[in-house]
């Protein structure tokens, strides 16, 4: 499975202009498929054999977003509950998130709010894009559209429904967060 972080990430971090570093991160349960969406959209990669994230580990991805050169730093953080403690500081500092859950299976979408509450207490005014992942074997889907759309008419969230195996709605969630990302720390920088 390839590495998320290029072997070249420190010299593409310092040697492209930037006008705005994003740091947003992955959450959702383990084994959502949080780490094959990020090989999907920075690397056009894609592994069906699973692989447990430990820790953490990031990738970078360079955008032109409203004429501004931005940085995007996507942090993949290990979705199983012993490293529940830890992920709290990583989500320090951060812009935005993509929460993820498995349509395949529904106890990933019952402990959304433990992830949404989690990252709200440390990130308030974070953006937050709502991702249902794995819709490629809709054979297998247990949780319905209606309870997701349901999810992000409460938390007032886009959502996405995504396969990084065929890629379907991975640009689109990865873009729309960082587009609103940039949005809320323009607003920052200006308040």
């Known amino acids: 499975m390839s590495k998320l ?4 990430v420190h010299q593409r971090i310092k040697d492209k202009p930037t006008d705005f ?4 991160v992955m959450m ?11 090989l999907r959209y920075t690397q056009n990669t894609f592994s069906p054999e699973y692989k447990q994230s430990l820790g953490a580990s990031f990738a970078v991805q ?17 979705g199983q ?14 812009h935005g998130a993509l929460l ?3 349509v395949t299976k529904p106890e990933t979408f019952m402990t959304l709010h433990n992830w ?20 490629d074997i809709e054979e297998n889907r247990i949780v319905p559209q209606e309870a997701a759309h349901m999810l992000q008419r409460w938390w007032n969230l886009p959502y996405f429904e995504t396969s990084a ?13 960082a587009n609103n990302a940039l949005l809320q720390a323009q607003k920052q920088t200006n308040e």
């Open 21 to 24: 570093g994003l740091k947003v």
């Open 5 to 8: 972080a290029p072997t070249d």
């Open 165 to 177: 195996a065929t890629a379907t709605g991975v640009q689109d969630a990865f873009l729309l967060l």
């Open 28 to 38: 959702g349960d383990g084994a959502v498929g949080k780490t094959s969406l990020v």
């Open 100 to 102: 993820v859950f498995d």
């Open 62 to 78: 360079d955008l032109d977003i409203q004429r501004q050169h931005v940085k995007l730093v996507i942090w993949d953080i290990a």
């Open 116 to 135: 949404f509450n989690d990252f709200r207490r440390v990130v308030p005014r974070g953006e937050i894009v709502l991702v249902g992942n794995k819709v």
């Open 81 to 94: 509950p012993s490293f529940q403690q830890v992920r709290r500081h990583y989500y320090s500092g951060a």
